[in-house]
């Protein structure tokens, strides 16, 4: 199983972007798919963006589209969320997550770890 650590969340106000980061390790990383959540406060974790194992396909959430832009960079163990023109909405605790099948399609995701979060808040 791959570790996963997750930073860039941050304060900003509406309209601003913010690139959140997730590092992985422990684990052959290049060949999962990876996926984005978040949990606003009093909700449940919700699905944001996810991106197949070689990057070739991806999908978000409908509130997102257009907005936020998932990549990975294989060499390094990492994946990205871009997220541009914040909306207050957007206020959550994002998680980084694994796929737990190897070469698994973008879609249905099936987490098998997951990081500790990074706060965003959003302002208006």
């Known amino acids: 199983q791959v570790q996963l650590v997750e930073s860039g969340g941050v304060a900003v106000q509406a309209g601003g972007s913010l690139r959140l980061s997730c590092a992985a390790s422990g684990g052959t990383f290049s060949i999962y798919g990876m996926a984005w959540f978040r949990q606003a406060p009093g909700k449940e974790r919700a699905f944001v963006a996810s991106i197949n194992w070689n990057g070739g396909f991806t999908d978000y959430t409908e509130s997102v589209k257009g907005r936020f832009t998932i990549s990975r960079d294989n060499a390094k163990n990492l994946v990205y969320l871009q997220m541009n023109s914040l909306k207050p909405e957007d206020t959550a605790l994002y998680y980084c997550?694994?796929?737990?099948?190897?070469?698994?399609?973008?879609?249905?995701?099936?987490?098998?770890?997951w990081g500790q979060g990074t706060q965003v808040t959003v302002s208006s």
């Open positions: 997550a694994a796929d737990h099948r190897p070469f698994a399609s973008v879609w249905p995701f099936s987490p098998g770890s």
